[in-house]
């Protein structure tokens, strides 16, 4: 079973007199363990595809299965527990809560979790993660303290606090310079050969895509190309 | 339960981290709150003095005298028939719930009283019971009242008032000496505060008080009679010997013939001249009217349409003096009330609007990790609440301070209210809800993907 099906996905924005059919039809399927990135150029569609992959967005026509389960036409309370539970998102500009504490930081998703988690597990497990990746030292900081590579790799911790499946990066290097730029792909190369996780990497840099198992080019609402490459490290 | 505590703590975390910001937001209803308690204690302060003030003048008095006898077509006016009597102000107490207390009064004709080489009539010589000194809030200065006691027994004592006091004691302590009131021995036990002249420019403190049956029985001397005013109505009413229309009793039981012979005077018929109660409260001056005119007419016999033998009168214009001062009070502090506390709810509004907009981002963020559209909503409801609340705590403690302040400075008078500070704590969380639910709404119904991209 595929861990993302999407079946023939069309999304059309209507904006008054004009409708703007932005996806196409979209057909794609990730399988557990891959290693995406998801290319284009600006307007390509790419954005909107990776909204609809994330539960943020519903698509106009259409299939998206996660795990087998059809979520697009879930209810938005549903949609928000599959976005807390199934999936982690980074951002470009990270997106972190500003004068809050990276340790803060990372146990705010928990809060939104099914089930309730006590404070000292889930501090636990904030802890775990912001050490693992590399901010161990800095658990009390806040964003305005820490470095954009620092701020990236808390969002990440984030991301992952409550052990989704998958991972969704939207541009994770846009905003870094080239040396932090590759700290952060090693540690996506990192956690997706050590812990299998699926990584889905939205991208215009070639350089970016280019680390990345499989690219998936998109140009007009449409799949241009869809290519396996080394996966070498940039 | 738990969940709400934690919602309150994540709020109060997140107010914690603009403190100015929060705490400029939370001043309209701290100053509200403030301000409404202060108000409140000191205007139930002024409330309680002016009351205190008006009913020592004896607002929530009744007076029922007895009713006018007529003998030929001549009235003899009001108080000329001798038909109250000691059970009747004991029933009215037992009985009329909305009398506080009440006590039979014997008013005695203008009566020397002598100490030693001086002399002095006092200009009001009255014979009651101890529950005199509750219905006119009457204290003594030293000494003590008389006792229930000293009444059954017509103990020979005697309360002084301060001119009394004066005339006959000059600067001597008055309490213990002995008296003379037409050849009976008084003592005196006490001496009563100084009342000043009441509201006709009597002298109030130029008062004997003494208990009845001591004014009845030693001192007039005259048991089948009235004694001081009184008297006029023995002429009129002792001919038919029937006091009450329609009773088919006399006005003396009888007596067997032997038994008379024994102790002519075992059977005591008492009249008072006047029962003073008061009642409960201003409020229950009506109410308290009407008890006792139904249990007078039930006592007296008096069926419908008869006339009374007896009226009541209160202090109306006193007690209407006193309910419109205590009504003005209150409606003044609950407009300002209600306007700070508007003005200190938008405050919040505005603050929590400018806050939503300012967190789009932040809301983007948490609906994308999995805040549903409810988590919003009770996120910024709770820091709404927790503001208000926090103002409400510091607006108490504004309130009872500038409440002592102004006891402290000015030597107002000041009442704790535990009403208020309820009051308004419950109104400051309802004003958090309700100028706070419209911002975390709107936050709730963003949509994720635009607020993420918001700048």
Redesign the interface.
């Known amino acids: 079973m595929n861990l993302i099906e999407l079946r023939n996905i069309t999304k059309t924005f209507d904006l008054g007199e004009v409708k703007l059919q932005v996806l196409k039809g979209i057909t794609l399927a990730v399988a557990h363990g891959e290693f995406i990135a998801l290319t284009g150029a600006s307007g390509s569609g790419k954005s909107t595809l990776m909204n609809t992959i994330g539960c943020l967005d519903r698509p106009t026509t259409g299939d998206y299965l996660l795990e087998g389960v059809e979520v697009s036409r879930q209810s938005s309370n549903a949609r928000a527990l599959i976005r807390n539970q199934k999936m982690g998102f980074v951002f470009q500009n990270f997106n972190l809560l500003a004068r809050t504490s990276a340790l803060a930081q990372v146990m705010m998703p928990l809060a939104y979790g099914e089930r309730h988690i006590q404070r000292k597990e889930a501090q636990k497990r904030a802890e775990a993660l912001l050490a693992r990746v590399g901010l161990a030292d800095r658990m009390d900081h806040t964003p305005s303290q820490l470095s954009g590579g620092q701020q990236q790799r808390v969002a990440l911790a984030r991301a992952l606090v409550n052990n989704p499946p998958f991972l969704l990066a939207d541009e994770p290097t846009g905003n870094l310079d080239s040396k932090t730029t590759v700290e952060v792909l090693e540690m996506f190369r990192q956690l997706n050969e050590k812990d299998g996780l699926t990584i889905l990497l939205v991208t215009h840099d070639p350089k970016v895509a280019a680390a990345c198992k499989r690219v998936v080019k998109m140009t007009d609402g449409l799949i241009e190309s869809d290519a396996m490459n080394g996966g070498n490290a940039p | 339960m738990m969940?709400w505590i934690?919602i309150l703590i994540?709020a109060f975390n997140a107010l914690r981290?603009?403190v100015l910001r929060s705490a400029l937001t939370t001043l309209g209803i701290v100053i509200g709150v403030g301000s409404v308690i202060a108000m409140m204690e000191v205007g139930n302060g002024s409330t309680a003095a002016v009351q205190q003030t008006i009913s020592s003048l004896g607002a929530n008095m009744l007076m029922v005298f007895p009713g006018a006898a007529a003998s030929g077509g001549i009235s003899f006016g009001s108080g000329s028939t001798m038909t109250l009597t000691p059970g009747d102000a004991e029933a009215i107490f037992k009985e009329c719930p909305s009398v506080r207390a009440v006590a039979p009064v014997v008013r005695m004709r203008t009566t020397q009283v002598v100490y030693g080489n001086r002399n002095w009539v006092p200009s009001e010589t009255s014979g009651t019971t101890e529950t005199i000194f509750d219905v006119r809030q009457w204290a003594v200065v030293s000494g003590a009242y008389f006792t229930a006691r000293d009444v059954r027994n017509a103990a020979c004592v005697c309360l002084v008032g301060q001119t009394v006091s004066q005339q006959l004691f000059g600067r001597e302590p008055a309490v213990g000496k002995q008296i003379r009131m037409q050849n009976v021995n008084l003592r005196v036990i006490g001496v009563l505060e100084k009342k000043g002249s009441n509201m006709m420019g009597r002298d109030q403190d130029d008062t004997v008080v003494l208990p009845w049956t001591t004014a009845k029985f030693r001192i007039s001397g005259n048991s089948s009679g009235g004694s001081g005013g009184s008297n006029t109505a023995a002429a009129a009413s002792a001919g038919n010997h029937k006091t009450y229309p329609g009773s088919s009793t006399g006005l003396y039981p009888a007596v067997a013939a032997t038994r008379a012979q024994n102790s002519a005077l075992s059977v005591r018929f008492v009249n008072v001249d006047q029962i003073m109660a008061s009642a409960a409260s201003a409020e229950e001056i009506p109410q308290a009217m009407e008890e006792i005119t139904n249990l007078l007419h039930e006592r007296h016999r008096i069926r419908a349409g008869e006339l009374d033998d007896f009226n009541i009168r209160d202090m109306t214009e006193v007690g209407n003096t006193m309910a419109s001062v205590t009504e003005t009070i209150t409606r003044l502090l609950m407009a300002v009330a209600a306007i700070s506390l508007v003005v200190g709810g938008v405050g919040i509004m505005n603050i929590m609007l400018v806050s939503v907009t300012e967190r789009t981002?932040?809301i983007?963020?948490?609906?994308?990790?999995?805040?549903?559209?409810?988590?919003i909503l009770r996120q910024f409801l709770a820091e709404a609440v927790v503001l208000c609340l926090f103002g409400g705590l510091m607006g108490i403690a504004l309130g009872r301070g500038c409440s002592l302040a102004v006891q402290e400075f000015l030597g107002w008078p000041v009442q704790n209210s535990v009403t208020a500070i309820v009051v308004s704590v419950a109104v400051s969380a309802g004003v958090g809800i309700l100028f706070g639910f419209y911002p975390a709404w709107k936050a709730s119904r963003l949509d994720?993907?635009e607020a993420?991209r918001y700048e």
């Open positions: 969940n934690r994540a981290r603009n981002k932040e983007g963020l948490r609906m994308a990790v999995g805040a549903k559209a409810g988590d994720p993907i993420l």
